[in-house]
T-cell receptor
Framework: KAGVTQTPRYLIKTRGQQVTLSCSPISGHRSVSWYQQTPGQGLQFLFEYFSETQRNKGNFPGRFSGRQFSNSRSEMNVSTLELGDSALYLC????????????????FGPGTRLTVL | GDSVTQMEGPVTLSEEAFLTINCTYTATGYPSLFWYVQYPGEGLQLLLKATKADDKGSNKGFEATYRKETTSFHLEKGSVQVSDSAVYFCALRGNYGQNFVFGPGTRLSVLP
């Protein structure tokens, strides 16, 4: 069974640009969560999607947005990039949404390393 | 809100040494507790978990016991290997539909 895949693996952008990151969950998984990982802030929750609906959202500005398609693939978009957006963006999938029975484990992808210059 | 605190790293040990990484949490209700491991260049992998008080999670020689009285979930291993070098994250998930909350991570380096 293929794991969670994220594309691209590395990305370099300049301030003010926008970026779209993609995540393909494990086959059959319908919940996708996104996290931002930085040395200073650690792992911070961005949002979670389940069956194309956003279930939860972390404390990030509106420049960060996401969506999920009918095949459970998810994208996140960051507009008007800032230097502080440089981070490793991790996607995690699970069969059930977080907080429901059987949803304890999330499977993480390798991440997309975004560098903003 | 919910939070997780981990001991500061990095932790450097010699091979076959005993490992303890402390983790304490603040949460309402009865959260589930997890340890994740991140090897260089990879995403996080679930190492072990415990879903109720006094449960012990174990995997690959690592163990952690859910201690509600001390709100702790310390990670232990009796004899570490070089291949255990990684960053370890303690995490919790509340039982009211909340998201995962991760600790800052503890980097472990094991020297041969």
């Amino acid at each position: 069974k293929a794991g969670v895949t994220q594309t691209p693996r590395y990305l370099i952008k300049t301030r003010g640009q926008q970026v779209t990151l993609s995540c393909s969950p494990i086959s059959g998984h319908r919940s996708v969560s996104w996290y931002q990982q930085t040395p200073g802030q650690g792992l911070q929750f961005l949002f979670e999607y389940f069956s194309e609906t956003q279930r939860n959202k972390g404390n990030f500005p509106g420049r960060f947005s996401g969506r999920q398609f009918s095949n459970s693939r998810s994208e996140m978009n960051v507009s008007t990039l800032e230097l502080g957006d440089s981070a490793l963006y991790l996607c995690a999938s699970s069969f059930f949404p977080t907080g429901t029975s059987g949803s304890d484990e999330q499977f993480f992808g390798p991440g997309t390393r975004l560098t903003v210059l | 809100g919910d939070s997780v605190t981990q001991m500061e790293g990095p932790v450097t040990l010699s091979e076959e040494a005993f490992l303890t990484i402390n983790c304490t949490y603040t949460a309402t209700g009865y959260p589930s507790l997890f340890w994740y491991v991140q090897y260089p260049g990879e995403g996080l992998q679930l190492l072990l978990k415990a879903t109720k008080a006094d449960d012990k999670g174990s995997n690959k020689g690592f163990e952690a016991t859910y201690r509600k009285e001390t709100t702790s979930f310390h990670l232990e291993k009796g004899s570490v290997q070089v291949s255990d070098s990684a960053v370890y994250f303690c995490a919790l998930r509340g039982n009211y539909g909340q998201n995962f909350v991760f600790g800052p991570g503890t980097r472990l380096s094991v020297l041969p």
